[in-house]
């Protein structure tokens, strides 16, 4: 089955600063990568989503890459914010399989 | 906005009681789940469900059961607590079983003592 490895697992970042979240995927079958974003006391919530025929997506300050040859993909967050701060999991299924996440990854914003 | 209501934000059990999770969603969704997250390992699925009366194991299925009778509500069962099911407990929802969005409830944070 599919298996999603993701890193870093916390990631501290000054206010203002680029944070990038990196996950691979082992399934080459795998065709959507969705991100998660969950805040404290909450469930997660979908940030953004890619499709194995994009290679690159932006919405606002945030952005995620695929690269299928390699079989990993990518969150960026520009301009950090402190309401940046979350837990962030990345993602992969294929067709009607299952969903299978990462680990997860505790981003926390200084000021 | 789709919402999915899981009953307790917490439950307190004791070893060997059965416990009962309860999810609704409101937006009439095919698909309905139940993860399990503990630090460190992420959402691990533990059952799902994509149509009324139907049941497929996910992960980690061992040692609990589900149920939906209605499309709008899937139950997570716990035949008999144990102190390794202390744990935080997402019911999801989604639109069918292709690349759609998952909605998540708030979460049920489960203690077995």
């Known amino acids: 089955g599919e298996n999603v490895e993701q890193h870093p697992s916390t990631l501290s970042v000054q206010e203002g600063d680029s944070a990038v979240i990196k996950c691979t995927y082992s399934?080459?079958?795998?065709?959507?990568f969705p991100w998660y974003k969950q805040e404290l006391g909450k469930g997660p919530q979908l940030i953004i989503d890619?499709?194995?025929n994009v290679g690159e997506k932006k919405d606002q300050r945030i952005a995620v890459t695929l690269n299928k040859t390699a079989k990993h993909f990518s969150l960026h967050i520009t301009e950090t914010q402190p309401e940046d701060s979350a837990v962030y999991f990345c993602?992969?299924?294929w067709g009607w399989g299952k969903l299978q996440f990462g680990a997860g990854t505790q981003v926390v914003v200084t000021p | 906005d789709v919402k999915v209501t899981q009953s307790s934000r917490y439950l307190v059990k004791r070893t060997g009681e059965k416990v009962f999770l309860e999810c609704v969603q409101d937006m009439d969704h095919e698909n309905m789940f139940w993860y399990r997250q503990d630090p460190g390992l992420g959402l691990r699925l533990i059952y799902f469900s994509y149509d009324v009366k139907m049941k497929e194991k996910g992960d980690i299925p061992e040692g609990y059961s589900v149920s939906r009778e209605k499309k709008e509500r899937f139950s997570l069962i716990l035949e008999s607590a144990s102190t390794n099911q202390t744990s935080m407990y997402l019911c999801a929802s989604s639109f069918d079983r292709g690349t759609t969005e998952a909605f998540f409830g708030q979460g049920t944070r489960l203690t077995v003592v």
């Open positions: 993602a992969a299924k």
């Open positions: 399934d080459s079958a795998s065709n959507y």
């Open positions: 890619i499709r194995s």
